[in-house]
């Protein structure tokens, strides 16, 4: 039986530690679907969970990684036969179940979905979690009457991150103004490369303002900070605008008031990449491999292997990488 490696997390007097493993078939758990992964890629939470933070993971030993790309190896499924190119997300992968880091996975099959025309599994990969939740975002935004002919800038907090990055490119692409936040002014270039038309220093929308409101400022915005920078938005979005809100770096606490509801109409919308509905996620893809602009994604994309995976967990969380980093698996 042919065998394939892992990086698999095991814990100890409380401690989380990785190490690279060689397993076979038998070591997957149950499942429709086995899939040879061809590449996944690094996100937030799974620098959290490699760093054994936030009680993501309920069981060790453990395979994380959230999302990843591969080839169909056997179905049980009639969704899928052997040789369909797939991409998994969501579904609480690589937390409550073994994920992308390995040469191959076991799944259920509802958890997948047909990779897209004119995606390959490393470009699928390079967009990610991060970019099916920058596309939902801006979809949901669009739904609640956004458009390229709206006027003022759109901002998206996080720039520089895995969100945001894909964020400020697919809108730029589709014909907005962004304003881009960033707390470091060495990545403005990289910012302005992506389509930002202004750079905010994230430290002038860190805090909740001390008044309910501020001066209308911005057409929408998407936000992967939460905290202060959350009630921030809302108090400086124009009338009847929308945040869509995506993350929680700086913490699930909202120290916000209900006036931006009340009295200028503004919506929270809530965007949530791990349960969404397949029929949505198969249209976020495919609109992702339509719009993204792939040569320029190419461009914010490294590569890196299953053992660089532990140093790179700890610089996510420090936010100290730029752009994607895709894994393959077997390198």
């Known amino acids: 039986m042919t065998t394939f490696p892992a990086l698999v997390l095991t814990e100890e007097e409380g401690k989380v530690r990785p ?29 959290m969970i490699l760093n054994g933070l936030g009680r993501l993971v309920k069981s060790y030993p453990h395979i994380p990684g959230v999302d990843f790309a591969g080839t169909v190896e056997a179905s049980d499924s009639p969704a899928f036969r052997p040789g369909d190119a797939v991409i998994v997300s969501g579904w609480r992968v690589g937390e409550l179940y073994w994920g992308g880091y390995a040469g191959k996975a076991r799944i259920r099959a509802e958890w997948a979905v047909p990779l897209p025309p004119g995606l390959t599994t490393r470009r699928a990969m390079a967009i990610g979690t991060a970019g099916l939740t920058a596309m939902l975002a801006v979809m949901a935004l669009e739904e609640h009457g956004l458009g390229p002919d709206t006027d003022g800038e759109v901002l998206v907090t996080g720039a520089a991150g895995g969100v945001g990055s894909i964020a400020v490119l697919l809108l730029a692409k589709l014909g907005y103004r962004v304003a881009a936040a960033t707390g470091r002014a060495s990545q403005h270039d990289y910012l302005r490369g992506l389509g930002a038309t202004t750079l905010i220093d994230r430290a002038e929308i860190a805090t909740a303002p001390e008044r309910p409101l501020l001066s209308e400022r911005w057409a929408g915005a998407i936000d992967s900070v939460g905290g202060g920078t959350l009630a921030h938005i809302l108090a400086s979005l124009r009338s009847r605008a929308a945040v869509a809100a995506c993350g929680n770096v700086a913490g699930v606490a909202f120290p916000g008031n209900v006036l931006p509801f009340l009295l200028r109409g503004i919506s929270l919308l809530g965007i949530d990449s791990v349960s969404c509905p397949t029929p949505r996620r198969i249209r976020a893809w495919t609109r992702l491999a339509e719009t993204l602009p792939l040569d320029r994604l190419d461009a914010l994309t490294t590569e890196a292997r299953l053992t660089d995976l532990p140093d790179l967990a700890a610089a996510i969380l420090k936010g100290e990488v730029r752009g994607r980093v895709v894994i393959d698996p077997h390198r």
């Open 19 to 47: 190490s690279i493993r060689h397993l076979t078939d038998a070591d997957l758990p149950a499942g429709d679907l086995t899939v040879r992964i061809e590449h996944s890629t690094l996100n937030y939470k799974d620098g």
